[in-house]
């Protein structure tokens, strides 16, 4: 139950929440001002109404002194944060706890001073303090499996992992330090021996300690909304500077020596590859769709979901990115032949696989038709640009969609349509990251009124 104290024109009202790990008494305190207008009465019972609704937060969680440690408040937050942050961006935050907690963690989160929070950026910023250190497999583990007559579905029943781990892994590619623990310990070697860390001295990225940042300001923010704190930190802190860079894409040239060179690469990828180009949509939208989104009478695509994957979590289904993400977009021919053409190379493949097939209605799927791995598709692109190194610049699956926008803006498309074909909120953030192509395409337009507008001059000068 609530007490309550008067102090001179206020009144202190205290809640018991229980015992903190040390066995002291956790107390929430709040206090409380009557109008200067009001009576005693009226006074007296305001008060025992602020100290029931006091209670009743405490009892729900929605209360928390800042006595409390950063690292205990972040788990609260994260228990009720959990179901209304996007899975990818819970994952993101969780990776982030460690090297917060151990710069921060102990102290209590009424002690966090600005100073403290740009000392613990400009640490982030220097090498030798990664947490997420990667770590590269020197076994040739695919070779290793195949002499030992060991499958991999074996090897993560070993391991205790979800095959979908352990594919990159046989492929070369680089793991976290969890995942190279449990495959070490699959196949009874000590981890030392078979895996090294890569990269263990590179700072963090400017925007990964922005990062950084933004989620300690959503954890104090909620601090300030629970009564915990008066005020957030982080607002008079000012937030890392990330440097601007400019997006990769490709001009209209390599584009159409990417559609060239893709002539002669396997179907599935080959359409993958051309409809990223010709829609501007995100990996996960991609591989998100279904046949029922596409109109082939309207030649229209409806984006509406992704396809996302945690190594937690394996492949699973998403919302698209925000609202406006969820659109209806205008196919070009090319895109909706390609689609007919690759409808009926599934059908075909359907159909060789028999009882093997899994009918997931997902456009583009695995063999046997399960929803594809977004690391499959960005793992071919990244080895098929490296092949094409002497007409390709060094792009990313991602640059598809950069390429898109670029080539509409220089064609004269609209801002607006432009953003909503790619799904942005507004054409601000559009503009923010396409300045680079609408700055061009300004110059392009006052050459054009200049030839319009002074054709005498432009003739005596050839």
């Given at each position: 139950?609530?007490?309550?104290?008067k102090?001179?024109?206020?009144?202190l009202?205290s809640?018991?929440?229980?015992?903190d790990?040390?066995?002291?008494?956790?107390?929430?305190?709040?206090?409380?001002?009557?109008e200067?207008?009001?009576?005693?009465?009226?006074?007296?019972?305001?008060?025992?109404?602020?100290?029931?609704?006091?209670?009743?937060?405490?009892?729900?969680?929605?209360?928390?002194?800042g006595?409390?440690?950063?690292?205990d408040?972040?788990?609260?937050?994260?228990?009720?944060?959990?179901?209304?942050?996007?899975?990818?961006?819970?994952?993101?935050?969780?990776?982030?706890m460690?090297?917060?907690?151990?710069?921060?963690?102990?102290?209590?989160?009424?002690?966090?001073?600005?100073?403290?929070?740009?000392s613990f950026y400009?640490?982030?910023a220097?090498?030798?303090?990664?947490?997420?250190?990667?770590y590269?497999?020197?076994?040739?583990l695919?070779?290793y499996?195949?002499?030992?007559?060991l499958s991999?579905?074996?090897?993560?029943?070993?391991?205790?992992?979800?095959?979908?781990s352990?594919?990159?892994?046989?492929?070369?590619?680089?793991?976290?330090?969890?995942?190279?623990?449990?495959?070490?310990?699959?196949?009874?070697?000590p981890?030392?021996?078979?895996?090294?860390?890569?990269d263990?001295?590179k700072?963090l990225s400017?925007k990964?300690?922005?990062h950084h940042?933004?989620?300690?300001?959503?954890?104090?923010?909620?601090?300030?909304?629970?009564?915990?704190?008066?005020?957030?930190?982080?607002d008079?802190?000012?937030?890392?500077?990330?440097?601007?860079?400019?997006?990769?894409?490709?001009?209209?040239i390599?584009?159409?020596a990417?559609?060239?060179l893709?002539?002669?690469?396997?179907?599935?990828?080959?359409?993958?590859?051309?409809l990223?180009?010709?829609?501007?949509?995100?990996?996960?939208?991609?591989?998100?769709?279904?046949?029922?989104?596409?109109?082939?009478?309207?030649?229209t695509?409806?984006?509406?979901?992704?396809?996302?994957?945690?190594?937690?979590?394996?492949?699973?289904?998403?919302?698209?990115?925000n609202?406006?993400?969820?659109?209806i977009i205008k196919?070009?021919?090319?895109?909706?032949?390609d689609?007919?053409?690759?409808?009926?190379?599934?059908?075909?493949?359907?159909?060789?696989?028999?009882?093997?097939?899994?009918?997931?209605?997902?456009?583009f799927?695995?063999?046997?038709?399960?929803?594809l791995?977004?690391?499959?598709?960005?793992?071919?692109?990244?080895?098929?640009?490296?092949?094409?190194?002497?007409?390709?610049?060094?792009i990313?699956i991602?640059?598809?969609?950069?390429?898109?926008a670029?080539?509409?803006?220089?064609?004269?498309?609209?801002l607006?349509?432009v953003?909503k074909?790619?799904?942005?909120?507004d054409?601000?953030?559009?503009?923010?990251?396409?300045?680079?192509?609408i700055?061009?395409?300004d110059?392009?337009?006052a050459?054009?009124?200049?030839?319009?507008?002074?054709?005498?001059?432009?003739r005596?000068?050839?």
């Amino acid at each position: 139950m609530a007490a309550i104290q008067k102090r001179k024109n206020t009144y202190l009202i205290s809640v018991s929440g229980g015992y903190d790990t040390n066995g002291r008494q956790i107390r929430h305190t709040m206090t409380y001002k009557p109008e200067p207008n009001m009576t005693a009465k009226q006074i007296e019972k305001e008060v025992q109404r602020q100290a029931v609704l006091f209670e009743e937060q405490c009892a729900k969680g929605l209360v928390m002194n800042g006595k409390v440690k950063l690292a205990d408040f972040a788990e609260e937050w994260f228990k009720h944060k959990k179901n209304e942050l996007r899975p990818k961006t819970y994952a993101r935050y969780k990776t982030m706890m460690p090297r917060i907690n151990a710069a921060l963690g102990h102290m209590r989160i009424d002690r966090i001073q600005p100073q403290h929070l740009l000392s613990f950026y400009e640490n982030l910023a220097e090498g030798g303090i990664r947490q997420d250190t990667k770590y590269k497999c020197t076994l040739d583990l695919k070779k290793y499996l195949k002499e030992n007559k060991l499958s991999r579905a074996e090897l993560s029943r070993r391991a205790g992992i979800a095959p979908s781990s352990i594919a990159p892994v046989v492929q070369g590619r680089n793991c976290t330090l969890a995942t190279a623990q449990k495959i070490a310990k699959g196949l009874n070697m000590p981890m030392q021996d078979i895996f090294t860390p890569v990269d263990i001295s590179k700072p963090l990225s400017s925007k990964t300690v922005l990062h950084h940042h933004r989620l300690l300001s959503s954890i104090f923010n909620t601090a300030v909304e629970w009564g915990a704190l008066l005020s957030n930190p982080c607002d008079r802190t000012k937030p890392p500077r990330v440097e601007k860079k400019e997006p990769k894409y490709l001009d209209e040239i390599q584009a159409a020596a990417l559609l060239d060179l893709l002539e002669n690469e396997d179907t599935e990828y080959r359409t993958m590859i051309r409809l990223l180009l010709f829609t501007g949509l995100r990996r996960g939208e991609l591989l998100g769709l279904e046949w029922r989104d596409v109109n082939f009478e309207n030649s229209t695509l409806q984006v509406c979901r992704s396809s996302l994957y945690l190594p937690d979590k394996g492949i699973f289904e998403d919302e698209t990115k925000n609202e406006t993400s969820n659109r209806i977009i205008k196919l070009s021919q090319s895109a909706i032949a390609d689609l007919r053409a690759y409808k009926v190379w599934q059908t075909e493949l359907r159909l060789k696989m028999g009882d093997r097939w899994v009918n997931t209605n997902r456009i583009f799927t695995t063999a046997e038709g399960q929803p594809l791995h977004p690391d499959r598709l960005t793992s071919w692109f990244s080895k098929f640009v490296k092949a094409h190194s002497d007409v390709l610049p060094p792009i990313s699956i991602h640059s598809l969609r950069h390429t898109n926008a670029t080539l509409q803006i220089a064609g004269g498309v609209p801002l607006t349509t432009v953003a909503k074909r790619l799904g942005h909120a507004d054409t601000v953030t559009t503009s923010k990251i396409y300045a680079h192509a609408i700055k061009s395409a300004d110059e392009a337009a006052a050459e054009t009124l200049e030839n319009l507008l002074t054709p005498n001059k432009n003739r005596n000068a050839g």
